[in-house]
């Protein structure tokens, strides 16, 4: 399972996903790698920061032929997250050959939303060369109780991308546990925070196994 993390817009909190993702999975008792595709590296300096053993593996590699590297680094995986870059076009798309599903992190406002065409219709221009590549739009840093980030997934209907219920709030505990290389699932594992990323990633194994199931009806 290889999971690429992306949207050309930046800020909307892809390194924080992405390193939470990959805590959830390597929870369930697989082996996770992180690739950090962004030449800024902060999921590296994430990992250089963190004291005690390494929950995952995380490696830097910002190349533009990501797809062609991945299969051998990471055949000893059994999940590979990649965080990926924004407004670096060569290394996105190489991410998305390289992947199985395409996440898209996307904050409750008109401005995400409308810049989100950009990576939307870099995954269409992929899925020419890969046809079973997946999608799907992740609200990320939603403000609770707010009108804007119940409509935001109306307001994400044009793009015809499936959606998840799963929301990740604002919540400080998520800059916290960064301060210390960690992850809420270690700092506070019974928080709200700790709550939406297991649901998070519950969801996204339901979503895969239901496409997968598709895609072989589909080619029977």
Not at 29 to 54: F, H, N, Y
Not at 191 to 211: D, G, H, M, P, R
Request: charged share 25%; hydrophobic share 45%.
């Amino acid at each position: 399972m290889i999971i690429a993390i992306l949207n050309q817009k930046g800020g909307v909190g892809k390194t924080t996903l992405s390193i939470h993702i990959a805590a959830a999975l390597a929870k369930e008792k697989k082996r996770v790698m992180l690739i950090d595709a962004d030449p800024q590296g902060s999921a590296l300096d994430w990992a250089a920061s963190r004291e005690e053993k390494a929950l995952f593996t995380v490696v830097g590699l910002p190349k533009a032929n990501l797809h062609k590297e991945i299969p051998d680094i990471a055949k000893d995986y059994n999940a590979v997250v990649i965080d990926g870059p924004p407004r670096v076009y060569d290394v996105a798309r190489s991410a998305m050959l390289a992947s199985d599903i395409v996440l898209i992190p996307i904050q409750p406002s008109p401005y995400d939303v409308w810049a989100a065409k950009e990576i939307v219709d870099l995954i269409n221009e992929a899925t020419i060369f890969k046809e079973s590549l997946k999608s799907a739009f992740i609200i990320n840093r939603k403000i609770v109780k707010t009108a804007i980030g119940r409509d935001v997934k109306q307001s994400l209907a044009d793009y015809k991308l499936p959606v998840f219920e799963s929301a990740i709030c604002q919540r400080i505990g998520f800059a916290e546990s960064a301060a210390q290389g960690k992850t809420v699932l270690e700092t506070e594992p019974k928080s709200l925070a700790s709550q939406e990323i297991l649901a998070l990633v519950k969801e996204l194994n339901s979503f895969l196994k239901l496409k997968d199931k598709k895609q072989v009806a589909t080619t029977k």
